[in-house]
Every structure is written in structure tokens, then in C-alpha cells.
Nanobody, 114 residues
Framework: QVQLVESGGGLVQPGGSLRLSCAAS????????MGWYRQAPGKQRELVAG???????NYADSVNDRFTISRDNGGNTVYLQMNSLKPEDTDVYYC????????WGQGTQVTVSS
């Protein structure tokens, strides 16, 4: 059973930074594709950033040049460095991992407000 544990969310002022972490455990292989989605109440979940098994990254246009996704050397922890945060980045952020199917974390709240 794959488990994803997220951390690092919170309240930050506009222009500030946060770093989200997602640690994967369970029956997985190294370097599974992982990434982050976000979802606001009543809205569809949208892809924020992803990283493939070969390290190729992709980003939503709305976060390009502000957010950076990376993973540790062991390959089972993924990070999302979020800089220049805007109020519209306020959402619940969900980590995902793909291993035969897509697994999800429990979500972590990010609130950008003055």
C-alpha cells in the first residue's frame, strides 16, 4: 500500500514563500512520477507541477517561474518550492504518485493572505 504524507503548508503573506514536502512509502519503486495538484472548494483539481522518473518537470502556466518541483536523491520525497506567492495560489495542495495507478496524499492547506 502506497502512502503519501505531505507537510509544509500554512499561512503566508503575498510575495512570500513556502516549501511543501511529500514523502512516499510502501510498495513502490524509486523514481516514480510524482507531483502536485491543487484544488479550491467547488473547483476542479488542477495540475501544479510534475516530475517524471527521468527528472523531466512540467508546470502550470500560472506558476511557471515561481514554483520549482524537485525530489531527493532516494527519489521518494518530492518538494514544491513556492515563491512570490499570490492570493490566487490559496488552495489545498495534493501530492500524487503514479505506480500502476495514481495515489494521493491527504492534502495540505496553503493560504496566501495579508
Amino acid at each position: 500500500q502506497v502512502q503519501l504524507v505531505e507537510s509544509g503548508g500554512g499561512l503566508v503573506q503575498p510575495g512570500g514563500s513556502l516549501r511543501l514536502s511529500c514523502a512516499a512509502s510502501g510498495i513502490i519503486f524509486r523514481l516514480n512520477p510524482m507531483g502536485w495538484y491543487r484544488q479550491a472548494p467547488g473547483k476542479q483539481r488542477e495540475l501544479v507541477a510534475g516530475i517524471t522518473s527521468s527528472g523531466i518537470t512540467n508546470y502550470a502556466d500560472s506558476v511557471n517561474d515561481r514554483f520549482t518541483i524537485s525530489r531527493d536523491n532516494g527519489g521518494n520525497t518530492v518538494y514544491l518550492q513556492m515563491n512570490s506567492l499570490k492570493p490566487e495560489d490559496t488552495d489545498v495542495y495534493y501530492c500524487y504518485l503514479i505506480h500502476s495507478k495514481q495515489y494521493w496524499g491527504q492534502g495540505t492547506q496553503v493560504t496566501v493572505s495579508s
